[in-house]
Structure formats: C-alpha cells, structure tokens
C-alpha cells in the first residue's frame, strides 16, 4: 500500500514538472528552452521629401533664367541692343558717335514669369575700313539691376555687358555679337528652397548670331563660369559650354553634364 502511494506522489512530481517548463531536450542530454518574440516595424510620421535636386540643377536654372527673354535674359537684351544700334546707324552713321538710353522694363501684364530691371545703355559706332562687307561696327555696353521670377528660381541680380555688334550693313541677313555679359546676385530655388544664397555668372560669347527678320537666334557658341554660396548647401563652382540652336534653344553643358535650356521660358531639361 505504502508503495502505490509513493508511486502515485512520483508520478504528479512527473506532471506538474512538465507544466512548468516547455522544453526540448537536445542531442546531447541538455534541455533548450525556446522563446519567440514578435516586433512590429515603426511606423514612420516624417513629412514627404522636397523634389529632388542638386547644385548643379540649381546652376543649370540660373544659367537657364539669365539666357532666357521671359526673364530679360542676354537673348532680350542683344535682340534690345541690335535693334537700338540698326536704328541709330539708319539715320547716323558718323563713326565716333555716341549715345545712351535709360530704361525700365517689365514684363508684360499677365506673364507667369516676371522680371522688373532698370538698364543704362551706352552705345559707340566704330569704323573698320578694312573691311568691304561689315564697314561699322558698335559697341553696347550696359549697366543693369533688378530680378526676375521663374518656375525654377527667384533671382534678384545685378550686372553688366558689354558687346561689340556686326552685321549693321543692309547687305547682311545677320547680326553678329560677341562679349560678355556678367551678373552677380541672390538666389533661392523654388524646387527646394534650402538651395538658397549667392551667385555669380560669366558668359563669354564668342559668337552670337541674330536673325533681322524676326530677331531670333540662327546659331553661336560661349563659355560659362557659375558660382555660388549657400548656407544650407554649400559652395558650387561650374564650367561649361553653351551652343545656341536655330530652334530657340541652347545646349547647356556644366562638366560632363547635358541641359536643353528654352530661350524664351529659361526651363531647362537635363539629357
């Protein structure tokens, strides 16, 4: 009786032992015991993340405001300056002679991109009696302030060019231009505004040629340098190439890298 009653004890030690751990004996004699823990991923409440962009996108803008004539870029001021220069050269044509304009220009009532500049003028009608198909030539030079406000940039900017003009013969279909037009300003992106701060821009044109019927671009190459400063980004410093397109369009290359830049709105598209 005594024996049946120990049995009966071992055997509830046995069960109760069983309920206690959920274990698994191993190969070796030893007991693992396993554990399992679920982890629910955290759930991310950032805000989305502006359009992408760099300091060469930003460059490119700048670049593409200040060639476009929405923006009163350097293509509306040769077409401005041309025009000033065939008009004086029409009634006067005594070499030597010069003459200035004051002007402030605006965009037009309604224009989705703007620009307000005061611009002095100051022009100078050269003689070059070795040649038999361009006799005159004209220097224009100009002093300018103001800024415009495109889809990619706000750019509030001061500058100068300076050009000398061909091409005044009635015999010529073409203006010819070279020089230089250089601005200095500040900037912020309107993509992502953190790309904000100050720049300057150098375009050396090499040559430039202007349609008379019309006064669009029928071709020409330059050179630019752009820099900047910005307290968010940093620094950027850029060279490049520009050749202009009879199809009102310009090929805008920073290094290694391709823009298409629209001579009227100044957007550009990287290639």
Do not use: H
Request: aromatic content about 8%; glycine content about 8%.
């Amino acid at each position: 009786m005594k024996f049946r009653l120990l049995l009966v004890i071992l055997l509830l030690c046995g069960v109760l032992s069983c309920k206690k751990n959920d274990s698994t004996p191993s190969p070796n004699g030893k007991t693992t015991t396993t554990t399992t823990t679920t982890t629910t991923p955290p759930t991310s409440t950032s805000p989305s993340a502006p359009p992408a962009t760099d300091a060469m996108d930003v460059a490119a803008n700048l670049v593409g405001g200040s060639l476009a004539a929405n923006s009163n870029g350097l293509l509306n001021i040769a077409v401005a300056c041309t025009a000033a220069a065939q008009a004086k050269m029409n009634v006067d044509s005594v070499c030597g002679t010069n003459w200035a304009s004051n002007l402030m220009i605006s965009n037009p009532d309604g224009a989705a991109i703007t620009y307000s500049y005061k611009s002095k003028y100051s022009y100078t009608i050269n003689c070059n009696d070795t040649s038999k198909t361009d006799k005159y030539n004209v220097v224009s030079g100009l002093v300018y302030n103001g800024k415009f406000n495109n889809s990619n940039v706000l750019y509030n900017n001061s500058g100068t060019t300076l050009f000398t003009i061909n091409g005044l013969s009635k015999a010529s279909a073409l203006y010819g231009l070279s020089g230089e037009y250089v601005s200095t300003g500040t900037f912020t992106s309107k993509l992502d505004t953190t790309f904000a701060g100050s720049s300057d821009i150098d375009i050396k044109i090499s040559a430039l040629t202007l349609s008379k019927a019309g006064a669009t671009v029928a071709g020409g190459n330059a050179s630019v340098t752009v820099t900047g400063t910005m307290p968010q980004r940093g620094q950027f410093n850029y060279t490049g190439s520009i050749v202009f397109n009879a199809n009102n369009t310009a090929v805008l290359t920073l290094y290694s890298t391709v823009y298409l830049v629209n001579l009227t709105t100044g957007e550009d598209t990287k290639q």
